[in-house]
């Protein structure tokens, strides 16, 4: 009992938290021009009920760059959804159709765009293959800047595999994907998720060294029941301030889903929302709830230095 506790507290902290506010699109954010001195990055809280439709996405982008964002963070998984078995048969590569379309939207709003989505992996048998939780960020040409497969994968977390395929879980990315590229924002670099957990630095030491200045995170974290979200634990924001505080250098800001979390073992489970920024001092500079579809926030630029 006290193995199944741990784990399943484990699970839900890589998993998600949620809300049930409707499914229309919320109205055009209300802002005015960034103040000097700092970038606009819209955090997309996308709905667990969203998730592969591009036409939605599409809006959802269309909106934050209207409000003025340079940059544009989508949570983990936004293309099938986490833990869901289907990657095993349906991801495509990177390239692929589903990052051509983030490409479109990349190219089409002039904005940045910062995704998670499930990537094809080496192949199995019979229409299987392995897959990788992995993240792109985009330029405004509609480039492929960073293509990152996720270091911390969770094992034993899929409810169901493909027949034939035994003990399925999203393939581990190399550390070699860890990088920092020059953007508008600085030197940059692009977690997924438990990457970017302090539990195990690995992934954080790596990226560390490289000494980036601002940092994207495409989340996933979650709750089994929507009162714990917000909370320690589960709250994505408080994680991108303790990854803040390790690397020392960097602002992390982060988008998370929001809804039920309908793939997995230990279910019912929700996305929490919660998205935000930190400081490279640790403390949090901004965070939305999970009533909300987007948040807004005005990043100081990092020094040339």
Not at 60 to 66: D, E, F, P, S, T
Not at 225 to 244: I, K, L, P, R, V
Not at 290 to 305: E, V
Request: hydrophobic content about 40%.
């Amino acid at each position: 009992m006290r193995h199944t506790t741990i784990l399943l507290a484990i699970t839900l902290i890589f998993a998600g938290c949620a809300t049930h506010s409707p499914a229309n699109i919320e109205p055009e954010l209300d802002a005015g021009p960034a103040p000097a001195g700092t970038f606009r990055v819209v955090t997309v809280q996308l709905k667990s009920s969203q998730v592969g439709d591009f036409t939605v996405i599409n809006q959802l982008i269309q909106k934050a760059a209207n409000a003025g964002a340079q940059l544009v963070v989508l949570p983990e998984s936004s293309v099938h959804g986490w833990l869901n078995p289907n990657v095993f048969t349906d991801a495509e590569p990177i390239p692929g159709t589903a990052s051509t379309q983030f490409s479109a939207m990349a190219r089409n709003n002039n904005v940045w765009i910062a995704a998670g989505l499930a990537e094809q992996g080496a192949s199995i048998n019979n229409g299987t293959h392995y897959a990788f939780d992995s993240g792109i960020l985009i330029d405004p040409t509609g480039e492929i800047i960073i293509h990152h497969r996720k270091y911390q994968v969770l094992k034993n977390a899929f409810a169901s595999c493909p027949q034939g395929f035994d003990n399925c879980q999203y393939s581990q990315g190399p550390l070699s994907d860890i990088t920092v590229v020059n953007t508008p924002f600085g030197r940059t670099a692009l977690l997924v998720c438990a990457d970017a957990y302090t539990w195990d630095t690995t992934a954080l030491a790596k990226l560390k060294a490289l000494k980036p200045q601002t940092v994207i995170v495409p989340w996933g974290v979650g709750a089994a029941t929507q009162n714990e979200c917000g909370n320690d634990g589960f709250n994505a924001t408080t994680y991108s301030a303790a990854a803040a505080s390790f690397l020392g250098s960097a602002y992390v800001v982060g988008a998370n889903a929001v809804g039920v979390r309908p793939y997995g073992r230990f279910r019912p489970a929700v996305y929490c929302g919660n998205s935000g920024y930190a400081n490279p001092d640790g403390t949090v500079g901004g965070e939305t709830d999970t009533m909300q579809q987007f948040g807004l926030f005005d990043i100081p630029l990092p020094s040339a230095n």
